[in-house]
Each structure stands twice: as C-alpha cells, then as structure tokens.
C-alpha cells in the first residue's frame, strides 16, 4: 500500500521542529530513522498531514560520556552506537541488546532516540533503559525538562512525550567497574522484535547483588520491572525469584504465544540473565 498524502518539514532545529509540530492545521509527525514510521504510514495505521524530518538538525546525534553519564543523542543511528567503543566500555547493557534489534539494514538508518520514543511494548531499548534507571531529556514548546525511564513509558505506544514535544537525547548511568548487567531475549528468529525478553542491571556487592533492575519486554503494554524477583535474586534465592515472577508478570495471549509461554520463557530468560549478572565484566 502507498501513505495517504502528507507535506513534508525539513526541521533546521530542535526549536524549529517544536514549532513545527505545534502548527495548528491537523495532526504532525517527526521523522528520524523511519523504520517504524514509514511501515504504518504505508499501512496507513497513521495518516499525519505533515512529516517533520529530524535528519538535518546538527549536533542531535552523537554519544558523550560526561562523568557518571552516558549521553546519547535522539538521531543516534543503532549501528552508529553498536560500533562505539563508549558504548562498549560505559553501557555495556546497550551494547549486548543492540544486535538483536532487527536487522543490519534497519540498525544503519533506526535510531535510539525513535526506538524510546515509538516504545514498542517488544523492543530491547526501552527495557534497556529502564533497567538502567536512565533518564530522558525531551525539548517542548514550555522548554526542556528530563523524564526518568521509570515515569516515562505510560501505556501502549505512549509516554511522557507530549504531541509537541521532540526527544532530544537519553542518559544513561556510566558502568563502573562493579556494573554488572545481563541481556536476553527469546524470538521466533533473530532480528524478530522478542517474543519475550529481558535487560538487567545491578552493581556487584561482595557475593551479591544490590541496586537490581530486571526489565522485561514483550510482558505487557510497556516494558515491566519484575520487583518481587529483583527483590529475592538480590537475596541469591534464584528459584524464588523464578516463581515470584508469577506475581510480578501477568502476560496475556498474543500472535505470537499464549500468555503461559510467555511467563515460562520469562523463567527460562531469568536464570541466564542472573548468570550473566553474577560473572564480572571482562
Ligand atoms: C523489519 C523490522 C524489524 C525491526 N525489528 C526491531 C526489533 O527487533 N527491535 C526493535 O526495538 N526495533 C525493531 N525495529 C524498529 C527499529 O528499531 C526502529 O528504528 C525504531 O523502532 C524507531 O526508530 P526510528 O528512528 O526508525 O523512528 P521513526 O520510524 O522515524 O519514528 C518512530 C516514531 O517515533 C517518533 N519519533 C522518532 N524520533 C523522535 C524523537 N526524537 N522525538 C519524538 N518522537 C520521535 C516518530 O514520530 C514516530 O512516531 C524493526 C523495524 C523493522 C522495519
């Protein structure tokens, strides 16, 4: 199928594209790697009458380590980040999730900020995110305010983001030496969005665990902390916090599994990431 007509925006700024989005002659939309957007036009899931192209705003991509924080911008390609030795080094947890994101094609042109911003329920990055406790910066007609990850994934497709608010960048926690994360997921094949999966992070506290995050994707509307499972693997009660996630995690039935599968994938996934969470980093 082809997009129902829409005008196109080459926005030259951040405040240009918010200005943009604010015009008042029908509903507007940004444009950074298109990878999701382009598909539900063509689908017509989403008729905009105006596109806002991000891609030619300076300075909106691009990864800086800034003390105890790792700052990405929101046209930050996937591959672009893949290959980045900060990445690598300071957000490890991005790194390991990244090469499950679709396919080589798709990582050259999506983009971080696009992936947190659309917040598939399935995707790895907004799980990444919250496991990470990271932090958003978005620019809107009001000016800039920050969302933390745990605040800004609302429901189905929706977040903190207002109509007329663009993401300009997320900020992550740098790794230390005591970081500890680990990364999972179950697809039908790889570059599928996960059937299910899961991103941790804790730091390592002698023989233990402390500050653990476990959060799941494909479970529900939005990417879910498993808390009560948090709370018995950082005890080292793994098998408690398997049989917790019954509590935690209420999947229900979809294209791709029932909502049982799913709960007994997120118990498989639980016992690789907290191996991985219990092995230093090299
Ligand atoms: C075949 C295929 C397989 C894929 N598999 C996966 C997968 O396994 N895992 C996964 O996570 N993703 C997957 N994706 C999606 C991919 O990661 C996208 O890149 C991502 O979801 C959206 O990023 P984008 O830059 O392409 O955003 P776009 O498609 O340009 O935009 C997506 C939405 O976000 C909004 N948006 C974009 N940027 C901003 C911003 N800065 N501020 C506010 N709103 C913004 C747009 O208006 C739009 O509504 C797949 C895509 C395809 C086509």
């Known amino acids: 199928m082809k997009p129902s007509p829409f005008a196109y925006a080459k926005a030259k700024s951040v405040e240009h594209a918010v200005e943009l989005l604010a015009r008042p002659d029908g509903e507007a939309r ?30 909106l991509a691009g990864i800086v380590v800034k003390g105890a924080q790792v700052e990405i911008g929101a046209l930050t390609r996937h591959a672009e980040a893949e290959r980045s030795a900060d990445i690598a080094k300071h957000a490890p947890l991005i790194a390991l999730a990244l090469p499950h994101i679709g396919h080589a094609a798709i990582r050259n042109r999506g983009t971080l900020g696009g992936s947190v911003a659309f917040a598939d329920p399935a995707a790895e990055l907004p799980a990444c995110l919250l496991a990470l406790g990271g932090e958003v910066e978005i620019a809107g007609p009001k000016g800039k305010r920050t969302v933390k990850a745990d605040d800004f994934f609302k429901g189905l497709f929706e977040t903190a983001l207002g109509a007329h608010d663009v993401l300009t960048a997320i900020r992550l926690p740098a790794a230390s030496k005591d970081t500890r994360v680990g990364f999972a997921e179950f697809a039908r094949r790889h570059g599928d969005y996960a059937m299910v999966g899961l991103a941790g992070c804790a730091r390592a506290d002698g023989k233990g665990l402390a500050n653990l995050r476990l959060a799941y994707f ?28 019954a509590d935690d995690l209420d999947p229900s039935d979809d294209v791709q599994s029932t909502g049982a599968t799913k709960k007994h ?17 090299p």
Do not use: F
């Not at 990878?35 to 899931?45: E, G, H």
């Not at 105006?50 to 030619?56: A, Q, R, S, T, V």
């Not at 939005?222 to 009560?228: C, D, E, Y």
């Open 30 to 59: 940004l444009l950074a790697g298109g990878q999701s957007l382009i598909a539900t036009l063509n689908m017509r899931l989403s008729a905009p009458k105006l596109l806002i192209d991000l891609n030619g705003i300076g300075g």
């Open 265 to 281: 994938l997120a118990g498989v996934l639980l016992r690789r990431v907290a191996k991985q969470l219990m092995e230093a980093r």
């Open 218 to 245: 494909g479970v529900g509307a939005t990417p879910l902390r498993a808390k009560k499972a948090e709370a018995a693997l950082a005890g080292g009660k793994l098998d408690e916090a398997v049989g917790a996630l």
